[in-house]
Protein backbone atom coordinates (compact mmCIF):
# COMPACT_ATOMS: atom_id res chain seq x y z
CA UNK A 1 0.00 0.00 0.00
CA UNK A 2 1.12 3.47 -0.96
CA UNK A 3 1.60 5.82 2.09
CA UNK A 4 1.93 8.83 2.70
CA UNK A 5 3.74 11.78 4.27
CA UNK A 6 2.49 15.48 5.54
CA UNK A 7 3.44 17.92 7.81
CA UNK A 8 1.66 17.29 11.47
CA UNK A 9 0.79 20.94 11.37
CA UNK A 10 0.98 24.07 9.80
CA UNK A 11 -0.30 27.54 10.32
CA UNK A 12 -1.47 30.69 8.38
CA UNK A 13 -3.57 34.09 8.49
CA UNK A 14 -6.73 35.06 6.63
CA UNK A 15 -6.61 35.89 3.44
CA UNK A 16 -3.13 34.14 2.60
CA UNK A 17 -3.02 31.00 0.41
CA UNK A 18 -2.57 27.69 1.76
CA UNK A 19 -0.40 25.00 0.21
CA UNK A 20 0.26 21.42 2.12
CA UNK A 21 2.75 19.21 0.46
CA UNK A 22 2.32 15.08 0.37
CA UNK A 23 4.85 13.20 -0.50
CA UNK A 24 4.27 9.51 -1.46
CA UNK A 25 6.72 8.00 -3.04
CA UNK A 26 5.68 4.61 -3.34
CA UNK A 27 2.49 5.59 -5.59
CA UNK A 28 1.08 3.13 -8.05
CA UNK A 29 0.38 3.33 -11.82
CA UNK A 30 -2.90 3.06 -11.21
CA UNK A 31 -3.17 5.11 -7.59
CA UNK A 32 -5.15 8.15 -7.51
CA UNK A 33 -4.39 11.00 -5.32
CA UNK A 34 -7.17 12.57 -2.94
CA UNK A 35 -8.08 15.34 -0.40
CA UNK A 36 -10.08 15.19 2.19
CA UNK A 37 -10.80 17.88 4.97
CA UNK A 38 -12.17 17.32 8.59
CA UNK A 39 -13.54 19.04 11.32
CA UNK A 40 -13.72 18.56 15.21
CA UNK A 41 -16.34 15.83 15.77
CA UNK A 42 -17.93 15.30 11.53
CA UNK A 43 -16.71 12.95 9.44
CA UNK A 44 -13.85 13.86 6.57
CA UNK A 45 -15.18 15.35 3.63
CA UNK A 46 -13.48 14.99 0.15
CA UNK A 47 -12.18 18.46 -1.47
CA UNK A 48 -10.35 17.36 -4.32
CA UNK A 49 -8.65 14.03 -6.96
CA UNK A 50 -5.99 14.30 -9.21
CA UNK A 51 -3.92 11.96 -11.15
CA UNK A 52 -1.20 14.02 -12.74
CA UNK A 53 -0.54 17.83 -13.67
CA UNK A 54 -2.99 20.62 -12.06
CA UNK A 55 -6.52 19.93 -11.43
CA UNK A 56 -9.17 23.00 -9.86
CA UNK A 57 -12.55 23.09 -8.22
CA UNK A 58 -14.48 25.89 -6.42
CA UNK A 59 -12.60 25.47 -3.47
CA UNK A 60 -8.84 23.78 -4.00
CA UNK A 61 -5.93 23.32 -6.75
CA UNK A 62 -4.30 20.08 -6.62
CA UNK A 63 -0.71 20.53 -8.02
CA UNK A 64 0.90 16.41 -9.25
CA UNK A 65 4.50 16.73 -10.72
CA UNK A 66 5.58 14.39 -13.33
CA UNK A 67 6.59 11.75 -11.16
CA UNK A 68 3.59 12.01 -8.86
CA UNK A 69 5.69 11.18 -5.66
CA UNK A 70 4.45 14.08 -4.31
CA UNK A 71 1.21 16.51 -4.65
CA UNK A 72 0.68 19.92 -3.34
CA UNK A 73 -2.70 20.81 -2.21
CA UNK A 74 -3.25 24.56 -2.39
CA UNK A 75 -6.01 26.49 -0.52
CA UNK A 76 -6.90 30.31 -1.83
CA UNK A 77 -7.19 32.98 0.23
CA UNK A 78 -7.87 30.93 4.00
CA UNK A 79 -10.37 32.05 6.46
CA UNK A 80 -10.79 30.97 10.24
CA UNK A 81 -13.24 28.58 8.97
CA UNK A 82 -10.58 26.57 6.63
CA UNK A 83 -9.05 25.42 10.05
CA UNK A 84 -9.24 21.87 10.20
CA UNK A 85 -7.21 18.22 9.40
CA UNK A 86 -6.29 17.96 5.92
CA UNK A 87 -6.02 14.40 4.82
CA UNK A 88 -3.69 13.27 1.91
CA UNK A 89 -4.84 9.67 0.29
CA UNK A 90 -3.33 7.21 -2.39
CA UNK A 91 -4.76 4.93 -4.28
CA UNK A 92 -8.27 4.02 -5.85
CA UNK A 93 -7.75 0.69 -7.03
CA UNK A 94 -9.49 -0.96 -3.86
CA UNK A 95 -11.61 0.03 -1.06
CA UNK A 96 -9.16 -1.16 1.23
CA UNK A 97 -6.26 1.01 -0.48
CA UNK A 98 -7.86 4.53 0.86
CA UNK A 99 -5.61 5.20 3.31
CA UNK A 100 -5.89 7.74 5.94
CA UNK A 101 -2.56 9.20 7.57
CA UNK A 102 -2.72 11.18 10.83
CA UNK A 103 -3.52 14.35 7.83
CA UNK A 104 -2.27 18.12 8.61
CA UNK A 105 -3.52 20.14 11.37
CA UNK A 106 -4.20 23.62 9.88
CA UNK A 107 -4.50 26.83 12.18
CA UNK A 108 -6.02 29.66 10.22
CA UNK A 109 -5.72 32.85 12.31
CA UNK A 110 -6.56 36.56 12.34
CA UNK B 1 -31.35 16.44 4.17
CA UNK B 2 -29.49 13.97 1.77
CA UNK B 3 -26.69 12.89 3.02
CA UNK B 4 -24.94 9.96 4.85
CA UNK B 5 -26.97 9.36 8.53
CA UNK B 6 -25.28 7.53 11.40
CA UNK B 7 -27.36 7.02 14.56
CA UNK B 8 -26.70 6.65 17.20
CA UNK B 9 -24.39 9.65 17.68
CA UNK B 10 -23.13 8.61 20.76
CA UNK B 11 -23.17 5.56 22.50
CA UNK B 12 -22.02 4.79 25.98
CA UNK B 13 -21.34 1.21 27.11
CA UNK B 14 -20.32 -1.12 29.31
CA UNK B 15 -17.92 -3.67 29.18
CA UNK B 16 -18.94 -6.90 27.53
CA UNK B 17 -22.11 -5.57 26.29
CA UNK B 18 -22.52 -5.50 22.82
CA UNK B 19 -23.78 -2.55 20.73
CA UNK B 20 -25.60 -2.05 17.13
CA UNK B 21 -25.22 1.10 14.94
CA UNK B 22 -26.73 2.21 11.71
CA UNK B 23 -25.94 3.81 8.78
CA UNK B 24 -28.16 5.19 6.05
CA UNK B 25 -25.89 5.72 2.96
CA UNK B 26 -27.32 8.45 -0.11
CA UNK B 27 -30.16 6.35 -1.47
CA UNK B 28 -28.36 6.21 -5.16
CA UNK B 29 -24.91 5.10 -4.10
CA UNK B 30 -24.25 1.69 -4.08
CA UNK B 31 -20.92 1.33 -2.27
CA UNK B 32 -20.73 1.61 1.66
CA UNK B 33 -18.00 1.77 3.97
CA UNK B 34 -17.19 1.79 7.69
CA UNK B 35 -14.24 3.15 9.50
CA UNK B 36 -12.86 3.78 13.02
CA UNK B 37 -11.33 6.87 13.98
CA UNK B 38 -9.25 7.07 17.39
CA UNK B 39 -8.30 10.51 18.40
CA UNK B 40 -5.41 12.11 16.73
CA UNK B 41 -5.80 9.35 14.26
CA UNK B 42 -7.13 9.21 10.93
CA UNK B 43 -10.02 6.98 10.05
CA UNK B 44 -8.84 3.50 9.78
CA UNK B 45 -11.34 1.36 6.58
CA UNK B 46 -13.12 -1.61 8.78
CA UNK B 47 -15.06 -3.27 5.70
CA UNK B 48 -16.82 -2.10 2.24
CA UNK B 49 -19.96 -3.59 0.82
CA UNK B 50 -21.27 -3.17 -2.54
CA UNK B 51 -24.73 -3.44 -2.83
CA UNK B 52 -25.65 -6.25 -0.03
CA UNK B 53 -22.19 -8.31 -0.64
CA UNK B 54 -19.45 -7.75 1.72
CA UNK B 55 -16.15 -7.47 -0.88
CA UNK B 56 -13.66 -6.67 1.55
CA UNK B 57 -12.58 -6.44 5.35
CA UNK B 58 -9.69 -5.13 6.93
CA UNK B 59 -8.06 -7.34 9.34
CA UNK B 60 -8.85 -4.80 12.12
CA UNK B 61 -12.36 -6.26 12.16
CA UNK B 62 -11.96 -8.96 14.72
CA UNK B 63 -14.67 -11.76 14.98
CA UNK B 64 -16.46 -9.74 17.57
CA UNK B 65 -17.32 -6.92 14.58
CA UNK B 66 -19.90 -8.03 12.45
CA UNK B 67 -21.28 -6.04 9.52
CA UNK B 68 -24.46 -6.41 7.72
CA UNK B 69 -26.19 -4.09 4.65
CA UNK B 70 -29.25 -6.17 4.05
CA UNK B 71 -31.09 -5.55 1.13
CA UNK B 72 -28.42 -2.72 -0.16
CA UNK B 73 -29.99 -0.02 1.54
CA UNK B 74 -28.47 0.44 5.23
CA UNK B 75 -25.77 -0.94 6.56
CA UNK B 76 -25.20 -2.15 10.55
CA UNK B 77 -22.30 -2.70 11.95
CA UNK B 78 -22.18 -4.80 15.45
CA UNK B 79 -19.73 -5.19 18.20
CA UNK B 80 -20.04 -7.47 20.66
CA UNK B 81 -18.32 -8.26 23.64
CA UNK B 82 -17.20 -4.56 23.84
CA UNK B 83 -13.36 -3.80 25.12
CA UNK B 84 -12.81 -0.65 26.20
CA UNK B 85 -10.36 -0.34 23.03
CA UNK B 86 -13.14 -0.43 20.96
CA UNK B 87 -13.75 3.43 22.15
CA UNK B 88 -13.55 5.27 19.19
CA UNK B 89 -15.52 7.05 16.28
CA UNK B 90 -17.14 4.67 14.35
CA UNK B 91 -17.54 6.56 10.55
CA UNK B 92 -19.98 5.23 7.87
CA UNK B 93 -19.20 6.49 3.99
CA UNK B 94 -20.57 5.46 0.58
CA UNK B 95 -19.99 6.74 -3.09
CA UNK B 96 -21.84 6.36 -6.39
CA UNK B 97 -20.33 3.25 -8.69
CA UNK B 98 -17.18 3.84 -10.95
CA UNK B 99 -13.76 3.28 -11.28
CA UNK B 100 -12.18 6.12 -9.24
CA UNK B 101 -15.44 6.42 -7.07
CA UNK B 102 -13.55 4.81 -3.65
CA UNK B 103 -11.96 8.09 -3.99
CA UNK B 104 -14.86 9.96 -3.48
CA UNK B 105 -16.77 9.39 -0.19
CA UNK B 106 -19.40 10.88 1.35
CA UNK B 107 -19.34 10.37 5.22
CA UNK B 108 -21.97 10.67 8.20
CA UNK B 109 -21.14 12.46 11.14
CA UNK B 110 -20.05 9.20 12.64
CA UNK B 111 -20.76 7.40 16.47
CA UNK B 112 -19.16 7.83 19.03
CA UNK B 113 -18.39 5.08 20.96
CA UNK B 114 -17.30 4.94 24.57
CA UNK B 115 -16.61 1.76 26.59
CA UNK B 116 -16.61 2.03 30.55
Known amino acids: LAKTTQPISMDSYEGQEVNITCSHNNIATNDYITWYQQFPSQGPRFIIQGYKTKVTNEVASLFIPADRKSSTLSLPRVSLSDTAVYYCLVGGSSARQLTFGSGTQLTVLP | DTGVSQNPRHKITKRGQNVTFRCDPISEHNRLYWYRQTLGQGPEFLTY????????KSRLLSDRFSAERPKGSFSTLEIQRTEQGDSAMYLC??????????????FGPGTRLTVL
Open chain 2, 49 to 56: FQNEAQLE
Open chain 2, 93 to 106: ASSLPGTTSYNEQF
